[in-house]
Protein backbone atom coordinates (compact mmCIF):
# COMPACT_ATOMS: atom_id res chain seq x y z
CA UNK A 1 0.00 0.00 0.00
CA UNK A 2 1.03 3.67 -0.87
CA UNK A 3 0.64 6.04 1.55
CA UNK A 4 2.52 9.74 2.40
CA UNK A 5 -0.34 9.64 5.44
CA UNK A 6 -0.52 7.41 8.32
CA UNK A 7 -3.65 5.21 8.22
CA UNK A 8 -5.12 4.31 11.39
CA UNK A 9 -7.46 1.80 11.57
CA UNK A 10 -9.99 2.28 14.41
CA UNK A 11 -13.44 1.23 15.83
CA UNK A 12 -15.90 4.05 16.82
CA UNK A 13 -16.17 3.46 21.19
CA UNK A 14 -12.37 1.90 21.35
CA UNK A 15 -10.76 3.17 24.07
CA UNK A 16 -7.13 3.19 22.87
CA UNK A 17 -8.15 4.15 19.56
CA UNK A 18 -10.19 7.35 21.28
CA UNK A 19 -7.15 8.17 23.19
CA UNK A 20 -4.71 7.83 20.56
CA UNK A 21 -6.45 10.44 18.07
CA UNK A 22 -6.90 12.81 20.81
CA UNK A 23 -2.96 13.11 21.01
CA UNK A 24 -3.00 13.28 17.82
CA UNK A 25 -5.45 15.71 16.85
CA UNK A 26 -3.80 17.72 19.84
CA UNK A 27 -0.64 17.38 18.08
CA UNK A 28 -1.85 18.46 15.30
CA UNK A 29 -0.48 15.61 13.32
CA UNK A 30 -1.99 14.58 9.10
CA UNK A 31 -3.87 11.31 9.36
CA UNK A 32 -5.99 9.06 7.29
CA UNK A 33 -8.88 7.81 9.79
CA UNK A 34 -10.44 4.50 8.59
CA UNK A 35 -13.26 2.86 10.29
CA UNK A 36 -13.30 -0.58 10.64
CA UNK A 37 -17.10 -1.58 11.94
CA UNK A 38 -18.20 0.27 8.64
CA UNK A 39 -17.14 -1.87 5.71
CA UNK A 40 -16.15 -4.98 5.49
CA UNK A 41 -13.53 -4.16 2.67
CA UNK A 42 -11.78 -1.62 5.35
CA UNK A 43 -12.55 -4.60 8.23
CA UNK A 44 -10.39 -7.01 5.79
CA UNK A 45 -8.08 -4.57 4.99
CA UNK A 46 -7.33 -3.71 8.73
CA UNK A 47 -6.83 -7.94 9.24
CA UNK A 48 -4.50 -7.86 7.19
CA UNK A 49 -1.99 -5.73 9.08
CA UNK A 50 -3.34 -6.87 12.75
CA UNK A 51 -5.92 -8.39 14.92
CA UNK A 52 -6.29 -5.12 17.32
CA UNK A 53 -7.00 -1.56 17.00
CA UNK A 54 -6.15 0.73 17.10
CA UNK A 55 -3.89 -0.18 14.06
CA UNK A 56 -1.10 2.11 12.30
CA UNK A 57 0.45 2.06 8.82
CA UNK A 58 3.37 4.11 8.29
CA UNK A 59 4.57 5.83 5.56
CA UNK A 60 7.60 3.42 5.31
CA UNK A 61 5.40 0.33 5.85
CA UNK A 62 5.99 0.45 9.99
CA UNK A 63 2.48 -1.28 12.05
CA UNK A 64 1.74 -0.58 14.97
CA UNK A 65 -0.83 -2.46 16.54
CA UNK A 66 -2.85 -0.96 20.54
CA UNK A 67 -1.96 2.67 21.83
CA UNK A 68 0.60 2.76 25.56
CA UNK A 69 -1.51 -0.03 27.26
CA UNK A 70 -5.45 1.78 27.03
CA UNK A 71 -7.55 -0.94 26.04
CA UNK A 72 -7.57 -2.14 22.60
CA UNK A 73 -10.25 -4.03 20.68
CA UNK A 74 -9.52 -7.65 19.21
CA UNK A 75 -11.14 -7.62 15.60
CA UNK A 76 -10.37 -11.11 15.08
CA UNK B 1 -25.75 -3.01 38.98
CA UNK B 2 -28.49 -1.33 40.51
CA UNK B 3 -31.10 -3.86 39.44
CA UNK B 4 -34.40 -2.52 41.10
CA UNK B 5 -33.70 0.96 39.12
CA UNK B 6 -32.39 -0.60 35.68
CA UNK B 7 -33.03 1.42 32.49
CA UNK B 8 -33.66 -1.89 30.94
CA UNK B 9 -36.96 -1.62 31.94
CA UNK B 10 -40.26 -4.13 29.76
CA UNK B 11 -40.59 -1.48 27.67
CA UNK B 12 -36.83 -1.05 26.75
CA UNK B 13 -36.15 -4.17 26.58
CA UNK B 14 -38.86 -4.50 24.32
CA UNK B 15 -37.21 -1.62 22.19
CA UNK B 16 -34.23 -3.77 21.48
CA UNK B 17 -32.93 -5.66 18.12
CA UNK B 18 -34.51 -9.00 17.13
CA UNK B 19 -31.60 -11.19 15.99
CA UNK B 20 -32.36 -10.59 12.51
CA UNK B 21 -32.48 -6.88 12.84
CA UNK B 22 -28.82 -7.22 14.03
CA UNK B 23 -27.88 -9.27 11.45
CA UNK B 24 -29.34 -7.02 9.22
CA UNK B 25 -27.76 -3.67 10.49
CA UNK B 26 -24.39 -5.46 10.64
CA UNK B 27 -21.88 -4.15 8.26
CA UNK B 28 -19.12 -6.82 9.49
CA UNK B 29 -18.68 -10.22 9.92
CA UNK B 30 -22.27 -11.68 8.19
CA UNK B 31 -19.93 -14.64 7.13
CA UNK B 32 -18.55 -15.76 10.46
CA UNK B 33 -22.08 -14.75 12.59
CA UNK B 34 -23.23 -17.70 9.88
CA UNK B 35 -20.79 -19.71 10.31
CA UNK B 36 -20.75 -19.62 14.23
CA UNK B 37 -24.48 -20.31 14.20
CA UNK B 38 -24.50 -23.26 11.94
CA UNK B 39 -21.18 -24.35 14.23
CA UNK B 40 -22.22 -24.14 17.25
CA UNK B 41 -21.27 -26.23 19.84
CA UNK B 42 -24.44 -26.86 21.99
CA UNK B 43 -25.21 -30.17 22.90
CA UNK B 44 -28.67 -31.64 23.63
CA UNK B 45 -28.32 -31.65 27.10
CA UNK B 46 -27.42 -28.08 26.82
CA UNK B 47 -30.71 -27.16 24.74
CA UNK B 48 -32.70 -29.11 27.02
CA UNK B 49 -31.38 -27.44 30.12
CA UNK B 50 -32.61 -23.93 28.55
CA UNK B 51 -35.79 -25.45 27.43
CA UNK B 52 -36.50 -26.70 31.31
CA UNK B 53 -35.38 -23.34 32.15
CA UNK B 54 -37.63 -21.47 29.92
CA UNK B 55 -40.59 -24.47 31.20
CA UNK B 56 -40.56 -23.22 34.81
CA UNK B 57 -42.79 -21.32 36.12
CA UNK B 58 -40.81 -18.43 37.30
CA UNK B 59 -38.17 -19.02 35.10
CA UNK B 60 -36.01 -18.16 32.62
CA UNK B 61 -38.38 -15.69 29.58
CA UNK B 62 -35.77 -13.06 28.28
CA UNK B 63 -32.60 -12.75 27.25
CA UNK B 64 -30.76 -9.20 26.35
CA UNK B 65 -27.29 -9.21 24.55
CA UNK B 66 -25.14 -6.20 24.43
CA UNK B 67 -23.42 -6.44 21.56
CA UNK B 68 -21.44 -4.80 18.50
CA UNK B 69 -20.91 -6.96 14.84
CA UNK B 70 -17.07 -6.00 14.58
CA UNK B 71 -16.32 -7.77 17.67
CA UNK B 72 -14.53 -11.25 17.60
CA UNK B 73 -16.14 -12.19 21.12
CA UNK B 74 -19.81 -10.97 19.96
CA UNK B 75 -19.60 -13.57 16.64
CA UNK B 76 -18.13 -16.17 18.77
CA UNK B 77 -20.66 -16.10 20.96
CA UNK B 78 -23.96 -14.02 20.35
CA UNK B 79 -24.90 -16.70 17.66
CA UNK B 80 -25.21 -19.19 20.00
CA UNK B 81 -27.20 -17.20 22.50
CA UNK B 82 -29.46 -16.59 19.45
CA UNK B 83 -29.64 -20.36 18.85
CA UNK B 84 -30.37 -21.02 22.37
CA UNK B 85 -33.08 -18.69 22.30
CA UNK B 86 -34.71 -20.11 19.46
CA UNK B 87 -34.91 -23.68 20.74
CA UNK B 88 -36.06 -22.59 24.32
CA UNK B 89 -38.72 -19.53 23.15
CA UNK B 90 -36.95 -17.49 25.16
CA UNK B 91 -36.95 -13.98 24.16
CA UNK B 92 -33.97 -12.45 22.63
CA UNK B 93 -33.63 -8.70 22.73
CA UNK B 94 -30.17 -7.26 21.51
CA UNK B 95 -28.92 -3.47 22.25
CA UNK B 96 -25.47 -2.05 20.59
CA UNK B 97 -23.08 -0.94 23.13
CA UNK B 98 -22.17 2.89 21.46
CA UNK B 99 -25.99 3.72 21.03
CA UNK B 100 -26.66 2.93 24.51
CA UNK B 101 -24.34 3.76 26.55
CA UNK B 102 -26.98 4.07 29.83
CA UNK B 103 -27.30 0.06 29.18
CA UNK B 104 -23.31 -0.26 28.82
CA UNK B 105 -22.86 1.18 32.17
CA UNK B 106 -25.07 -1.01 34.31
CA UNK B 107 -22.66 -4.20 32.80
CA UNK B 108 -19.49 -2.96 33.25
CA UNK B 109 -16.84 -5.53 34.02
CA UNK B 110 -12.80 -4.92 35.86
CA UNK B 111 -14.02 -3.34 38.68
CA UNK B 112 -16.11 -0.86 36.70
CA UNK B 113 -12.76 -0.36 33.93
CA UNK B 114 -13.87 -2.11 30.76
CA UNK B 115 -17.04 -1.96 28.64
CA UNK B 116 -16.49 -5.77 27.39
CA UNK B 117 -19.10 -7.70 25.14
CA UNK B 118 -20.92 -9.35 24.65
CA UNK B 119 -22.87 -9.19 27.56
CA UNK B 120 -25.83 -11.86 28.12
CA UNK B 121 -28.56 -11.10 30.78
CA UNK B 122 -31.50 -13.45 31.79
CA UNK B 123 -34.59 -12.21 33.23
CA UNK B 124 -37.78 -13.95 34.20
CA UNK B 125 -41.23 -13.33 32.87
CA UNK B 126 -41.99 -10.68 34.48
CA UNK B 127 -38.92 -9.00 33.57
CA UNK B 128 -37.04 -9.74 37.39
CA UNK B 129 -32.94 -9.91 36.82
CA UNK B 130 -31.38 -13.29 37.20
CA UNK B 131 -28.32 -13.17 36.43
CA UNK B 132 -25.63 -12.05 33.39
CA UNK B 133 -22.63 -13.55 31.39
CA UNK B 134 -19.64 -11.00 30.34
CA UNK B 135 -17.58 -11.29 27.35
CA UNK B 136 -16.01 -15.00 27.71
CA UNK B 137 -15.66 -17.54 30.03
CA UNK B 138 -13.04 -17.73 32.90
CA UNK B 139 -11.13 -20.21 31.00
CA UNK B 140 -10.44 -18.42 28.40
CA UNK B 141 -9.09 -15.12 30.50
CA UNK B 142 -6.83 -18.12 31.96
CA UNK B 143 -5.72 -18.73 28.48
CA UNK B 144 -5.07 -15.37 27.48
CA UNK B 145 -2.85 -15.06 31.13
CA UNK B 146 -1.00 -18.06 30.09
CA UNK B 147 -0.68 -16.77 26.36
CA UNK B 148 0.68 -13.83 27.65
CA UNK B 149 3.34 -15.23 29.90
CA UNK B 150 4.42 -18.14 27.76
CA UNK B 151 4.98 -15.32 24.53
CA UNK B 152 6.74 -13.08 27.04
CA UNK B 153 9.15 -16.21 27.91
CA UNK B 154 9.53 -16.95 24.28
CA UNK B 155 10.37 -13.06 23.59
CA UNK B 156 12.76 -12.73 26.47
CA UNK B 157 10.49 -9.93 27.34
CA UNK B 158 10.17 -8.39 31.34
CA UNK B 159 8.36 -11.16 33.20
CA UNK B 160 4.45 -9.64 33.67
CA UNK B 161 4.48 -7.94 29.97
CA UNK B 162 0.95 -7.89 28.77
CA UNK B 163 -0.37 -7.16 25.26
CA UNK B 164 -0.57 -3.64 25.65
CA UNK B 165 2.99 -3.22 27.55
CA UNK B 166 4.72 -5.02 25.11
CA UNK B 167 7.31 -2.99 23.70
CA UNK B 168 5.94 -1.09 19.92
CA UNK B 169 9.07 -2.90 18.27
CA UNK B 170 7.80 -6.43 19.14
CA UNK B 171 4.29 -6.22 19.81
CA UNK B 172 3.53 -7.14 16.26
CA UNK B 173 5.94 -10.29 17.13
CA UNK B 174 3.75 -10.51 20.30
CA UNK B 175 -0.02 -10.41 19.26
CA UNK B 176 0.80 -12.82 16.33
CA UNK B 177 2.81 -15.38 18.52
CA UNK B 178 -0.31 -14.69 20.99
CA UNK B 179 -3.10 -15.28 18.58
CA UNK B 180 -1.38 -18.61 17.38
CA UNK B 181 -1.55 -19.40 21.17
CA UNK B 182 -4.98 -18.78 21.53
CA UNK B 183 -6.49 -19.23 18.21
CA UNK B 184 -6.88 -23.61 18.90
CA UNK B 185 -8.25 -22.96 21.70
CA UNK B 186 -11.17 -20.97 21.10
CA UNK B 187 -13.71 -24.14 20.01
CA UNK B 188 -13.04 -24.81 23.74
CA UNK B 189 -14.09 -21.13 25.17
CA UNK B 190 -17.42 -21.51 23.16
CA UNK B 191 -17.94 -24.84 25.28
CA UNK B 192 -16.88 -23.05 28.48
CA UNK B 193 -18.76 -20.00 27.62
CA UNK B 194 -22.32 -22.51 27.98
CA UNK B 195 -21.21 -24.25 30.86
CA UNK B 196 -20.83 -21.06 32.29
CA UNK B 197 -24.43 -19.36 31.67
CA UNK B 198 -25.62 -22.76 32.19
CA UNK B 199 -24.20 -22.70 35.68
CA UNK B 200 -24.70 -19.13 36.23
CA UNK B 201 -28.64 -19.69 35.23
CA UNK B 202 -29.00 -22.82 37.23
CA UNK B 203 -27.66 -21.41 40.61
CA UNK B 204 -30.25 -17.87 39.71
CA UNK B 205 -33.22 -20.50 39.39
CA UNK B 206 -32.25 -22.39 42.49
CA UNK B 207 -31.38 -19.48 44.70
CA UNK B 208 -34.47 -17.91 43.77
CA UNK B 209 -36.20 -21.16 44.40
CA UNK B 210 -35.13 -21.88 47.52
CA UNK B 211 -36.31 -18.11 49.11
CA UNK B 212 -39.74 -18.71 47.64
CA UNK B 213 -39.62 -21.92 49.37
CA UNK B 214 -38.33 -20.29 52.76
CA UNK B 215 -41.55 -17.89 52.34
CA UNK B 216 -43.92 -20.41 52.15
CA UNK B 217 -42.02 -22.42 54.88
CA UNK B 218 -42.06 -19.23 56.93
Not at chain 1, 21 to 41: N, P
Request: glycine share 4%; proline share 5%.
Amino acid sequence: MSVSLPVVYTIRGCDACVKLLDKWQAEGMAFEERRVETSQVLMDEARRYGAMVPIVVWPDGRVEQGFEGHISCFII
Amino acid sequence: MPRDTSVVTPERFAEGLTYAEFLAQATVNADKFEHYHRTSPLTADDLAFFAEAVARPDGLAKIMAIAEAWCGDVYRELPTVARIAEASGAELRIFLREQNPDIMDEFLSNEGQSRAIPVVVFYRRDHRYLTHFTERAAVAHQDLADAQAAVTADLQLPAGTKLGTAPQDQRQAFIAALIARIEPRLPEWQRAAIQEMRSLLATALKTTEAAAGARVTA
